[in-house]
């Protein structure tokens, strides 16, 4: 499995510090998750193939390019939506699915309780999980998603657990996976050290 971390990038980390905060107001850590997710798509986006196409600018014919394959977006439900829209903004056309996974809070494992996608056959899937902390909720949804026969899966994640990705990648090691930091640790709940709290929580205000 194929893992990058964008740690270096200075606007990213920055809007990073600000979800980190549980003093930033709401209406902030909505807008910034928005901004965060931007910026991510735009990074992983470089690595997708193009097509070569021509246009006609106002002057001549130029050559240019297409995205090659269809894009289906999937945020894993609920704290997944907060990063839907940041990926729209440059994605506009990216059909979207979502996976409905919740960690049991005692035993730490995932329980699916929804599942609705456009078809994946050949396309480039790219799964929107905020928080990868135990990997469990996403090693569930990649399986899924991996029975419709996607051409390449792209899971993407603002902050990282060293566990989670070693889970992943030993379940996984087909998956592309990005995340903006890889964080310390995980407590004995479960959650990311430091982290940022229940990004669903934060986003959604409850």
Request: hydrophobic letters at 40%; charged letters at 25%.
């Amino acid at each position: 499995m194929s893992v990058k971390i964008f740690s270096e990038h200075a606007l990213l980390q920055a809007k990073i510090t600000r979800l980190r905060d549980k003093k930033t107001p709401h209406r902030e850590f909505v807008d910034n998750m928005a901004d965060i997710s931007t910026i991510l798509c735009a990074l992983v986006s470089a690595e997708i193939e193009t097509a070569p196409v021509t246009v006609q600018t106002p002057l001549m014919r130029a050559k240019g390019v297409k995205i090659r394959r269809p894009t289906v977006l999937v945020p894993i439900l609920r704290a997944g939506l907060g990063m839907l829209e940041g990926f729209q903004a440059l994605l506009p056309e990216a059909a979207v699915g979502h996976v409905g996974v919740e960690r049991d809070h005692k035993t730490l494992k995932p329980k699916f309780y929804y599942y609705k996608t456009p078809p994946l056959k050949g396309a480039e899937v790219w799964v929107l999980d905020p928080m990868l902390a135990t990997g469990g909720s996403l090693e569930f949804a990649l399986t899924k998603i991996k029975d419709s026969k996607p051409y390449t899966i792209r899971a993407v994640s603002v902050l990282a657990s060293p566990e989670g990705i070693a889970h992943l990648q030993k379940n996984h090691p087909d998956v592309h996976f990005y995340t903006a930091v890889l964080d310390e640790k995980l407590n004995n709940k479960g959650y990311i050290l430091p982290g940022l709290g229940d990004a669903g929580d934060r986003y959604f205000g409850t």
